[in-house]
């Protein structure tokens, strides 16, 4: 198979993951996931491979065949994975779990590399662009910060006691971080670097985005400059689209009929893919905040989705 220039892919709790053609809406490849549903997708940055979160492991798809194998299944989680991502140049994998770890993974060796202890459940985690900082969000509302350097815990914040911290995001040239709750609240720092190049948080703003649940929170990329967005994504079933200069609202975008689990920016920040309970996922206009395609296939919730627009020379 030539690679595509847009990957596009959504998991369900069909137990299916599929690929997509973003322009037509056609779906070109499904993959059978049996063994449990997928919390989380993320593509690696030279196109290659698929990394599926499940439960309670993480299993790595050639996205250039039609295998219906992985490539590699990383196994030493216990609980659902509920986070999964890669540092820039691919070298290495991230992810969290409700077994209330967050694991580092080499690609090219077996077995988990580091582990580092939330003693939580942890629904998110982001990679700080310095890629030497670990960020994570855990079930009883802990943030803190992973310092891959000193191999250890180097900041610890609770926005709200007893509030599970549902995603988090952090801007491009690591300027700001976002944390959404499950009451439906954003809190936004500012991120300084300390004099040991720690990341400080100053907090910048308290944002009421939802009235329910927050499921994603995700910054717009540095292509989308000078226009720096929030989008959030809600069991409200709407996302909204926050603009950072004032936090206020720039647009709602209306259409899903169910929660609205995930949402994915095209590297230019035009376009928006969401994912939702009422089993599609849709791409939508940043400019008017219209719904361009809806992509219908999966029979069950639409929980999470992935996309890589973008032009990294392949490597495979």
Known sequence: MSQPPVVLATASYDHTIRFWEAKSGRCYRTIQYPESQVNRLEITPDKCYLA???????????????????????DSHTNNVMAV??????????????????????LRAPGCQREYESRAAVNTVVLHPNQTELISGDQNGNIRVWDLTANSCSCELVPEVDTAVRSLTVMWDGSLVVAANNRGTCYVWRLLQGTQTM????????????????????????????????????????????NLDGFTLEKTL??????????????????????????TARLWSMSNGEEIKVYR???????????HDGTEPSSC
């Open 52 to 74: 599926a979160a499940g439960n309670p492991h993480i299993r790595l798809f050639d996205i250039n065949s039609n295998s219906p194998q992985p490539v590699m299944s990383y």
């Open 297 to 307: 296939g999966h029979q069950k919730a639409t929980v999470c989705c992935a996309l």
């Open 85 to 106: 991502g890669f540092q820039c140049d691919g070298n290495w994998m991230y992810s969290g779990s409700e077994d209330g770890t967050v694991k580092i993974w080499d």
């Open 254 to 279: 209306v259409g899903h009929q169910r929660w609205v689990w995930d949402c994915v920016f095209s590297v230019d920040g035009a376009f928006l893919i969401t994912a939702s309970s009422d089993s």
């Open 199 to 242: 990341t400080n948080f100053e907090p910048l703003h308290k944002l009421q985005a939802h009235d329910g649940y927050i499921l994603k929170c995700l910054l717009s990329p540095e292509l989308c400059e000078p226009h720096r967005y929030l989008a959030t994504a809600s069991a409200d079933h709407t996302v909204r689209i926050w």
